[in-house]
């Protein structure tokens, strides 16, 4: 029988291929990372190659999104992370940066109502007073519809850096030290922890970046220093299901030890 390429890649026919159901049955067997962050890279070069402008990377981009976030609730994640704008992104052309700030608006009227269907909480990280006013709205209409959700916690890191996040924490402690809410002596991992915007979250058990750039790009530099990186030479927009399930199975695979023997 003639086999197609994909059947020669995976091993698999149509008929032994696993279902969905099997997968998920058995990578719920393993340790499921409580938390994954990723860093979705690579729509920009993605449309290029199709010469399509840069924005046409973007909108197929929302797609993986919401395969993603699907996934992700399907395994039973608690946090899932997602890098969408960050500090440094406002260089970018002023028609791509206004592309990308109707994005959250986009995913509102799209996604909302499978979302609360799903019990998914819905969170931002990042400076939410720097972006338009329309933007602001829609991330806290999305906050205010889900905020009693109890399922998987999505959080869209928008106008999100690191650095800003740590240094924000900082002023915050030392506000808090001033006023005497705290002491001086009382700050201690847990404190910097509590002002994080993550706050409340388990850190990152797994960081996957697409796109073939190994780096960390000012991404959750706090939260990660225990996690596990996973990269994968795929662009966001051609990133999916599978080749998700394929980090956790990595995951699964990867010995954590935390600095013991
Ligand atoms: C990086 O690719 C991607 C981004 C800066 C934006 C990613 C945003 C989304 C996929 C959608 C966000 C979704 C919501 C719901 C807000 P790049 O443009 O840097 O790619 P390149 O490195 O190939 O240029």
């Known amino acids: 029988m003639i086999q197609t390429l994909k059947q020669w890649l995976t091993g698999y026919t149509e008929d ?14 393993g340790p499921i990372p409580r938390h994954v962050a990723v860093i979705m890279d690579g729509n920009g070069r993605w ?15 929302m797609k993986t999104v919401r395969e993603i976030v699907r996934a992700a609730d399907d ?13 440094e992104n406002w260089k970018r052309p002023k028609e791509e940066v206004e592309y990308l700030m109707k994005l959250p608006e986009e995913f509102l009227k799209t996604d909302l109502e499978d979302l609360k269907r ?21 991330m806290r209409t ?45 700050v201690d991992e847990q404190t910097v922890d509590r002002y994080l915007y993550t706050a409340g979250q388990p850190d990152p058990d797994l960081i ?30 051609d990133f999916n299901r ?5 980090a956790i199975m990595d995951y699964q695979q990867r010995s954590r030890r935390y600095g013991a023997v």
Not at 47 to 61: F, N, S, T
Not at 123 to 134: S, T
């Open 242 to 246: 599978e080749l998700f399930y394929q």
């Open 142 to 186: 999305f906050q205010e519809e889900t905020k009693e959700n109890t399922g998987l916690t999505l959080n869209l890191a928008l106008n999100y850096g690191s650095r800003t996040e740590i240094v924000m924490a900082l002023k915050r402690i030392i506000e808090d030290v001033e006023t005497g809410k705290m002491d001086k002596d009382e």
């Open 16 to 29: 032994t291929k696993p279902k969905d159901e099997d997968r998920l049955h058995a990578l719920k067997k």
């Open 208 to 237: 996957i970046r697409t796109s073939g750039e190994i780096r960390i790009s000012n991404f959750m530099l706090w939260q990660l220093a225990y996690s596990e990186l996973w990269f994968t030479e795929v662009a966001w927009p």
């Open 75 to 87: 395994l039973g994640i608690q946090s899932l992370t997602l890098y969408s704008f960050s500090t």
């Open 47 to 61: 449309a290029k190659k199709r010469g399509l402008p840069r924005i046409a990377g973007h909108r197929e981009g």
């Open 118 to 138: 799903r019990n998914v909480r819905v969170k931002m990280l990042g400076q939410e007073e720097d972006l338009p006013p329309h933007t602001q709205r829609a």
